[in-house]
């Protein structure tokens, strides 16, 4: 049973726009977020995490905003570069004894145009 | 600093075999945690292990299992392979000290692709 879902298997935005990644979740556990992003044959590097006691975090072009009544977070990347081309996986889990034991969803492959 | 290491990178084998995949974490992590990525189904945590120890499980069958060594090196082996074990497998790295999961970022390693014929 997947508790973190992408139900968006790819995106395509044009170069300067906005990219949207949405991710939900089932697990009202859960108060740790991260997304990750992963290039062809390298592993998952991480990108930008998220508290569930905050509600948005920003680092650059990045922010991930939190609606934890939703239980839906989401990955803004503005302006969009052809080099954010990658797959985005975001990823969560629960604080205290399974800190480190992360469910990740099924990834978003996100294709910027030039 | 080096980052984490996963050897062999490729591997192709038959179903019934067993397989032995390994990871140097990055100097000072002593965390080590092994997923399993396939089409569709994202990245699935296998398990963590931390100072030698199993400390988190994940829902995969007995057939799979690991181990950590002092120098915090992990090994993971699956046994009398299937078809369906064909995937990516990704192991990660963190200092994985006791505490928030914002102070555990995890570093992967580039995987080991494993074919099952």
């Known amino acids: 049973d997947q508790q973190v879902k992408q139900n968006s298997p790819s995106l395509s935005v044009q170069e300067g726009r906005i990219s949207i990644l949405n991710c939900d979740y089932t697990?009202?556990?859960?108060?740790?977020f991260l997304w990750y992003k992963k290039y062809p044959a390298e592993g998952p590097t991480f990108l930008i995490s998220?508290?569930?006691?905050?509600d948005k975090n920003e680092d650059g072009r990045f922010t991930v905003f939190l609606n934890k009544s939703a239980k839906h977070l989401s990955l803004h990347i503005v302006p969009s570069q052809p080099g954010d081309s990658a797959v985005y996986f975001c990823a969560a889990s629960e604080e205290g004894y399974n800190f480190n034991k992360f469910y990740f969803g099924s990834g978003t492959k996100l294709n910027v145009k030039p | 600093k080096a980052g984490v290491t996963q050897t062999p990178r490729y591997l192709i084998k038959t179903r019934g075999q067993q397989v032995t995949l390994s990871c140097s974490p990055i100097?000072?992590?002593?965390?080590v945690s092994w997923y399993q990525q396939t089409p569709g189904q994202g990245l699935q945590f296998l398990f963590e292990?931390?100072?030698?120890?199993?400390?988190n499980k994940g829902n995969f069958p007995g057939r799979f299992s690991g181990r950590q060594f002092s120098n915090s090196r992990s090994e993971m082996n699956v046994s009398t392979l299937e078809l369906g074990d064909s995937a990516l497998y990704l192991c990660?790295?963190?200092?994985?000290?006791?505490?928030?999961?914002?102070?555990?970022?995890?570093?992967f390693g580039p995987g080991t692709r494993l074919t099952v014929l």
């Open positions: 697990n009202s556990m859960f108060d740790y």
């Open positions: 998220i508290s569930s006691i905050k």
């Open positions: 100097s000072g992590h002593r965390s």
């Open positions: 292990y931390f100072s030698e120890t199993q400390r």
């Open positions: 990660a790295s963190s200092s994985g000290l006791a505490g928030l999961s914002s102070y555990n970022e995890q570093f």
